[in-house]
């Protein structure tokens, strides 16, 4: 038998004989596991987002359960109706409607089997539309009475909105909730499930600012981000499993929004020369350029619409002409701090006619005051800008920001809701672009491009 010293003797001398003979074998085995090791720990979310199969979409805002974004709603959920491309209501919750009471009620019926996604029932109290002048009464479980206090044609178009209720159940969607994490009330990730076979799941991450997504795409937590800076997506060109589409976001508007109560900017001759100041080849790079507020995919569009003109030369003669009595005054333009590039330019180039202006930032969803406002507006899905542009909506709260009036405007929006035909609303609506080009409430700029980084 060895004793303690022999035995390690011997087990030493066979380690020495060992690395003697196999050493180099020794050291390259093991620089080959260490550099396989870092490369696996690198490589892990790609692999581990190739064996789950899974979307993971990163936003930015601050979104709560209560109010997801709308991408997330239209996933997990349905409205009574939808409306197509080309303006068709189809029922989707509902199974039918008719007018009652000379068009002053509408009568929907729901389809049976309706469940929440929880697998509860649905019924006609679970209706929470919620629209100024409209009362919702419920008849039975599946027969809800909206009373209008006057007739509106194009009523059901509203109602295409998802219907979502605590905490995120749909109706008839194509995914349904699964995990939700949630700070402070805020929305930090939400996974999405799949109610159809062979759908992908689909997780959301949600991130403060666009600098925070970027940079959650590069360490891999995130599969999917959109932006609309350029200069951003140029750097992902060239990052081989990573694919980049550029699309128009037809859903908003870069506008300038005039202040109608101005004695100086009411005058067509002045909106003229704003428009005309402004260089559009530079707006270019930015997003496409618009020719009025109903947008060149909507089946009202009108075709004909006249191009904007830069014109600086004549811009600055209508100017100097206009504002004698004026000249000291200095225009109040307000915006947002995230449109600076943009204000910026717009500035230089009204400044340059003549116009004596300063750029102003607001941190609010509205200014109390402005002359000119730069700001995004939300397009309407549906033709129908009463809201925004008929003189009725002139009043803290509505939508007519600028006090536009316009007895031309204001006869074809309200002939354009008037009627559930296509035909008569789509020629009201070509009437109505041509009356706001001749005398517009506000510069229509551009629909902005957005970049859409995905790994392949």
Excluded: C
């Amino acid at each position: 038998m060895f004793g303690r010293k022999q035995f390690f003797r011997y087990y030493y001398w066979l380690i020495i004989e060992f690395f003697k003979k196999n050493g180099k074998l020794v050291i390259v085995s093991f620089f080959v596991s260490f550099i396989g090791i870092i490369g696996f720990l690198s490589l892990f979310p790609y692999i581990k987002e190739a064996l789950n199969k899974e979307e993971i979409i990163g936003l930015v805002g601050n979104y709560s359960v209560n109010n997801p974004p709308d991408e997330i709603k239209t996933k997990i959920s349905n409205g009574l109706v939808t409306v197509t491309e080309k303006g068709m209501i189809i029922p989707v919750i509902a199974n039918s409607w008719e007018e009652r009471e000379g068009g002053t009620i509408y009568r929907f019926h729901l389809k049976d089997g309706l469940l929440w996604s929880d697998g509860k029932k649905f019924s006609g109290n679970d209706i929470g539309y919620q629209f100024k002048d409209v009362t919702t009464k419920v008849v039975d479980d599946k027969t809800v009475d909206f009373v209008l206090k006057k007739k509106l044609a194009i009523f059901p178009t509203y109602l295409n909105r998802p219907l979502i209720k605590y905490p995120l159940l749909g109706v008839a969607g194509f995914y349904k909730t699964g995990k939700i994490i949630t700070d402070q009330g805020s929305l930090k990730e939400v996974s999405l499930i799949p109610n159809i076979k062979d759908q992908i799941p689909l997780t959301y991450k949600f991130y403060n600012n666009e600098s925070s997504l970027v940079n959650a795409y590069k360490k891999g937590e995130v599969t999917e981000i959109t932006i609309t800076k350029k200069s951003i997506a140029d750097t992902f060109s060239n990052w081989g499993n990573t694919t980049i589409q550029k699309k128009v976001d037809y859903t908003k508007l870069l506008t300038i929004f005039i202040n109608g109560k101005d004695a100086l900017l009411s005058r067509k001759n002045v909106k003229d020369a704003l428009s005309m100041a402004i260089d559009y080849k530079k707006l270019s790079e930015f997003g496409e350029i618009a020719r009025g507020p109903i947008p060149p995919v909507s089946w009202a569009y009108n075709p004909n619409l006249k191009r904007a003109i830069f014109d600086q030369d004549n811009a600055t003669q209508i100017i100097k002409k206009e504002n004698d009595s004026t000249q000291s005054a200095k225009l109040n333009i307000v915006t947002y701090y995230d449109y600076y590039d943009v204000a910026d330019i717009i500035s230089q180039e009204f400044g340059a006619i003549g116009l004596n202006n300063g750029l102003n930032f607001s941190s609010f969803d509205q200014p109390n005051s402005f002359d000119l406002f730069i700001a995004y507006w939300k397009v309407p899905v549906d033709p129908d800008q009463y809201y925004s542009w008929h003189s009725t909506q002139i009043g803290l709260g509505k939508g007519n920001i600028g006090n536009y009036k316009d007895v031309k405007v204001d006869k074809y929006l309200e002939q354009g809701r008037e009627s559930i035909n296509l035909d008569d609303r789509q020629q009201n609506y070509f009437e109505f672009q041509k009356a706001i080009q001749d005398d517009p409430p506000a510069i229509f700029l551009y629909y902005p491009y957005v970049y859409t980084i995905k790994r392949k």
